[in-house]
Each structure stands twice: as C-alpha cells, then as structure tokens.
C-alpha cells in the first residue's frame, strides 16, 4: 500500500511541475511582447491616414493629427521610435493580428465584438455617432429618413450603431458603404446620399477645419456614445501595461491636454 501510495504521490508531484512549468512558459512568452518592442526600438502604428484630426496627411503630405501626437509622445517615453503605417481600415485589424502593425491608434472605437479580437488600453476620449447632412436639408430627427440613403465609412463603428437603432436603420432605402468619411461626405454634398453616420469628433473638425458650415450640419440626435482606446493584440499583456502606465502619465502631468487643446482647443482626453 504504501508503495502505491508513494507511485502516486510521485505522479502527483510530477504532473503538478509540468503544468506550474507551463504556466512559467505563458508569462515568459507574455512578458517579451514588451521586451520585442523595445529590441525592435519602434511601434509601428497601424492607421487610416485620411482621418481628421485622428490622423491624415497635410498640406505636404505628412501624417499628423491627435493620435499622432500622442503615439509620438508614448513613444519616447517608451525609449523608442514610432513608425504611422496606413492601412486600409475594413482590414486592419487581421494587419494587427498577422503583426503587419503593433497597434491600432486611430480613433478607435471600443466595442464588445473588438474586445472579442484583439486587447485595449483603457480609454482616452469620449465620442458618439452623429447624424450629417446637408444644410439646407429637410432633415431634423431620425424619424426623417424613411426611405432615405445613409454612408457610412467600411469597418467603422458606424454600422454598429446602425444596429443599435434598429427603427432608424430599418427604414433606410440603403447603407451605402466607404473607404473613408471624405468621399461620403462628397457624395453627400453632391447629393448621391442623404446623411452620413460617422465619429463626432471627426465630423465636427472637418467641419469646422473646411469651413463648411454652410455645406453640413450635425443633427441634435445622435446615434449612441462610446469610447475611443488604442488596440493591441490580445497576447502582448506586458506591453499594454506599459502603455496604459505611460497614457496615464500624459494625462497626469498634463501633456495629453496640451495635444488635445492644439487640436480641439480644449483638453477633450480623459
């Protein structure tokens, strides 16, 4: 009996070793996503570089904007160089998870169906989906669109909030879909649609920055709130704490507002 007894309490003891051994193994593997970022000494962010003031081009072709500004400055407090990778937005998510791109920082948007995917920093703008049309517009409320043709730009929140609203959604005559906000905001203005559904914050700084008041307006209903973090893949947890801690004191000393406020003109991160 006794023999048996030490049989077993050896298999006990061995079988308890490999899974403690495994486990070690998952926390080493986990642990290098940051140490490979700092090996590699750059972050190549993943973005659609037609997304103002998130992230686009300038006047001399250059990608700037609010996100750009922060991943710069995470960047150099992480000790390494940041690398702006455009990357068709319907797609970028695969492009983070083949590790084409290190991180998705473009406004995007938090969901459940994305938490699914990949892994998020903890949030650091506020946003909704609006409602544009045109000015001069008989358009006030959702219940006006019956029948009517709504954009939205591919693999954007937009459609999720489509689905949200089922009774504004279900009325529409077509969704008709985008590479980006511009040209449906062109098809808008050329009368091909009748609204576009995209980010608030977007929406309001082309707006703003194009001097198009007398082209847009923003209706009063919106299509739901939600928030902004930077997508990571799920696996690289090492790196994402480091993130989270360097976002967190940006905020903390100040230095997010200030980014904020050279693009919004107040501090809008939270």
């Known amino acids: 009996m006794k023999k048996k007894l030490s049989v077993l309490l050896a298999l006990i003891i061995a079988i308890t070793g490999v899974i403690f051994t495994g486990c070690g193994k ?14 590699k000494g750059e972050i190549i962010v993943g973005l659609d570089d037609s997304f ?6 300038d006047e001399a072709g250059e990608i700037v904007g609010l996100d750009i500004d ?10 390494v160089s940041v690398v702006f990778k455009p990357v068709d937005w319907d797609g970028i998510i695969l492009s983070l998870k083949n590790k084409e791109i290190d991180v998705i920082w473009n406004g995007l948007t938090i969901t459940d169906e994305r938490k699914e995917q990949i892994g998020f920093s903890a949030p650091y ?14 358009y006030n409320t959702k219940a006006d669109f019956e029948g009517k043709i709504v954009g939205i730009q591919l693999g954007s929140t937009a459609q ?29 203005k050329a009368g091909r649609i009748d609204a576009v559904v995209m980010d608030a914050v977007v929406g309001r700084y082309y707006i703003s920055s194009n001097k198009a008041g007398d082209t847009y307006r923003v209706l009063e209903e919106d299509l739901g709130k939600e928030s902004y973090g930077v997508g990571v893949r799920q696996e690289d947890k090492a790196f994402l704490a480091e993130l989270d801690k360097v976002l967190s004191e940006m ?10 406020k050279k693009w919004f003109g107040e501090d809008i991160v939270k």
Request: charged share 30%.
């Open 160 to 188: 999720a909030a489509l689905d949200n609203n089922a009774d504004f959604a279900g009325k529409l005559s077509e969704v008709k879909k985008y590479s980006n906000n511009v040209e449906a905001l062109l098809d808008l």
């Open 125 to 138: 703008l506020s946003n909704s989906q609006i409602i544009i049309v045109q000015t001069g517009s008989q």
């Open 26 to 39: 998952t926390q080493e593997t986990e642990d290098k996503s940051l140490e490979t970022i700092k090996e």
């Open 52 to 57: 103002p003031p998130m992230g686009f081009r």
């Open 251 to 260: 905020k903390e000393d100040g230095t997010a507002a200030e980014i904020s």
């Open 70 to 79: 922060l991943a710069k400055e995470a960047g150099k407090r992480m000790g």
